[in-house]
């Protein structure tokens, strides 16, 4: 495989860790933005130091300093950007655009993977307020790397392992109980779900390939396709026990978010398009897109029965 120069930034988010120890596991030459303002965040600093040591480079750079984006870029071949996307931690999705301003004066990018990594926001023209921001904020950031003529790669994670399967699918819970268990609706859409690390490691795999160039690539890995209830028998069988289930309805689900703050109330309507609607599997990969378990079977990923043993 060939070797890339990979620049990362929000290496140190909760994705962001995870791509920069797959990209130094395929033994890229990998750079990691360092933010002046995160001051003496000392996690955030030994997490950096940790990938120093581990063979990474890390670079000074800001949003606030657009010349020190425009530097950075310069080093690489790659640029991967996870910056925050999650209503509840924090939303930055719009900053990129001085990233790709960047991208486009500095060109020598061969390849920019915008922060994406959820439900592919292209299929989410209707979706609701005010989640719908998510989903807006990504196309707009789409639409600037598109127009600036910037190769590109979007990578549709579908659902990250630990929120959804950690919760059994229950907003507000990362946690299986192995007593009671909340059903959206009959429990019966499909979604998907993916172990981060492999998340980390498909993308990777994809910065370099010409398969996914100017394409979306998403994460299907077929074993991990289930609805809620088949996602709760599999609890069941490992915990040798029946849960206790009881069901909210769809009126009732969207009438409980006006008790919510605005971070829940984005979060919740991004579960009920994912848990009432199927918005993850209602549609086929067309020409457009390519699927990532299929381009690299090489890839053992961790399915949703052994993602769940974690919690045993
Ligand atoms: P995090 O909340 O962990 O944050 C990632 C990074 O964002 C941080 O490390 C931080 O970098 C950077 N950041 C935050 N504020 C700023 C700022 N003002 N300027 C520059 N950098 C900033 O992100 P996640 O890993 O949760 O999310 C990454 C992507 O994954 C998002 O696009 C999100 O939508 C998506 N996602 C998808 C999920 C799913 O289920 N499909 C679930 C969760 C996320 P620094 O270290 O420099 O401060």
């Not at 719009?94 to 990018?109: F, P, S, Y």
């Not at 196309?139 to 659902?159: H, L, Q």
């Not at 398009?273 to 020409?287: A, D, P, Q, R």
Request: glycine content about 8%; aromatic content about 8%; overall charge neutral.
């Amino acid at each position: 495989m060939e070797k890339s120069k990979v620049l990362i930034i929000g290496g140190t988010g909760y994705l962001g860790k995870r791509l920069v120890k797959a990209s130094l596991a395929l033994g890229h030459e990998t750079y990691v933005l360092h933010r002046p303002e995160i001051g003496v965040d000392i996690e955030k600093v030994q997490m950096l130091l940790s990938f120093k040591e581990q063979g990474a480079k890390l670079v000074s750079g800001s949003f606030n300093d657009y010349q020190s984006l425009v530097n950075a870029v310069k080093l690489v071949d790659v640029v991967i950007c996870a910056i925050s996307g999650v209503h509840i931690r924090s939303h930055q999705i719009l900053l990129q655009l001085k990233l790709v301003d960047a991208i486009k004066e500095a060109g020598n990018v061969k390849r920019f993977l915008p922060s994406e990594f959820g439900t592919d926001p292209a299929k989410m023209a209707n979706a609701m307020e005010p989640g719908r921001v998510t989903f807006d904020d990504k196309m707009v950031v789409r639409k600037a790397i598109e127009d600036a003529g910037i190769p590109f790669t979007y990578v549709s994670a579908n659902c990250f392992a630990g929120y959804f399967l950690g919760g059994l699918c229950q907003p507000g819970s990362i946690l299986p109980s192995k007593d009671s268990v909340v059903l959206l609706g009959d429990g019966n859409p499909k979604a998907i779900y993916v172990d981060e690390d492999d998340i980390a490691m498909y993308t990777m795999k994809a910065i370099n390939d010409p398969r996914t160039l100017n394409r979306t690539m998403y994460l299907r890995p077929p074993k991990n396709i289930l609805s809620q209830r088949e996602v709760v028998e599999t609890w069941e069988k490992l915990i040798g026990k029946t849960l206790q289930k009881s069901s909210i309805s769809k009126e009732e689900f969207l009438a409980s978010m006006k008790e919510q703050n605005y971070a829940g109330q984005v979060g919740l309507t991004h579960y009920y398009h994912v848990c009432y609607e199927g918005c993850l599997t209602n549609f086929e990969i067309g020409n457009e897109g390519v699927e990532a378990s299929q381009l690299y079977p090489e890839i053992k990923y961790t399915t949703v029965e052994e993602y769940l043993r974690r919690y045993l």
